[in-house]
């Protein structure tokens, strides 16, 4: 057996081929034409509640938002790295966004069994491996 990082290589190489997460959001939304709306791209993105809104931050861009369904929408397409993506209106966020959490759950049970026992920095790598195979920016 090779050193540690070539065996975290190869489990999150093998994790994210078993894999079901697609990209987000064409895997998972019919193909919308329409309106596109433009986001900001960044590596740091984050979510949270700030009085009636759901905020989406991207490189402390802030983003306001008043669904869930929305927000997680803005959210999961920044993790991917989507600089444009279709107006949601008249899209069934709430069913894509369903299908693509399980994908992702699922994706992060695989981590978790593969990963019992190791350290905190051990399973951060495969974390950041896994969701760099995967084509996003930390999604675990």
Known sequence: MGNVSDNVEELASEIAKNSN????????????????REIPVGLEVIMFRQDEYIVVSIDSERIYLRTNDEAKYVFYSAKRGRKYISDPAGLDLHTAISRFETDLDETQRAINVVSKGWNDIRTNALKSLCSKL??????F
């Not at 987000?24 to 309106?35: I, K, M, N, V, W």
């Open 21 to 36: 997460l697609g990209s987000f959001p064409e895997d998972y939304l019919p193909l919308a034409s329409g309106e596109k």
């Open 134 to 139: 995967l084509g996003y920016n930390d999604i």
